[in-house]
């Protein structure tokens, strides 16, 4: 099976930055879609961005574009979450997903967290101003 860990969390100030990594173990030749959600106190979690590994597609929620930006490291089953000029509301515990989705099904599908089939642990990202 697979086993999803999401690491590089932590507190910054508003402007700064962090990268994210999101490794996956186990068996995960299947893995087609790999996605970051977001859940900040009292809100609903939300899709930040998704990458279809089969053909390098990329999204991004509106709030994000431009600021953040995804990479995959194939050869050791890892994906980063590039995260420039953050700001306040960007604080949130993040959460890597994947799943065997196809491409045409994560292009429409990729907010919703029933497309992923696993989950993270979460990291916690705290931006102060």
């Known amino acids: 099976d697979v086993q999803l860990q999401a690491s590089g969390g932590g507190l910054v100030q508003a402007g700064g930055s962090l990268r994210l990594s999101c490794t996956a173990s186990?068996?995960?030749?299947?893995?087609?879609?790999v996605g970051w959600f977001r859940q900040a106190p009292g809100k609903e979690r939300e899709g930040v961005s998704c990458t279809s590994t089969a053909d390098g597609s990329t999204y991004y929620a509106d709030s994000v574009k431009g600021r953040f930006t995804m990479s995959t490291d194939s050869a050791n089953n890892t994906v980063y979450l590039q995260m420039d000029n953050l700001k306040s509301e960007d604080t949130a515990v993040y959460y890597c997903?994947?799943?065997?989705?196809?491409?045409?099904?994560?292009?429409?599908?990729?907010?919703?967290?029933?497309?992923?089939?696993?989950w993270g642990q979460g990291t916690q990202v705290t931006v102060s101003s």
């Open positions: 186990g068996f995960s030749f299947g893995v087609h879609a």
């Open positions: 997903a994947a799943g065997v989705a196809l491409p045409v099904t994560v292009e429409t599908g990729w907010r919703n967290e029933r497309t992923y089939d696993w």
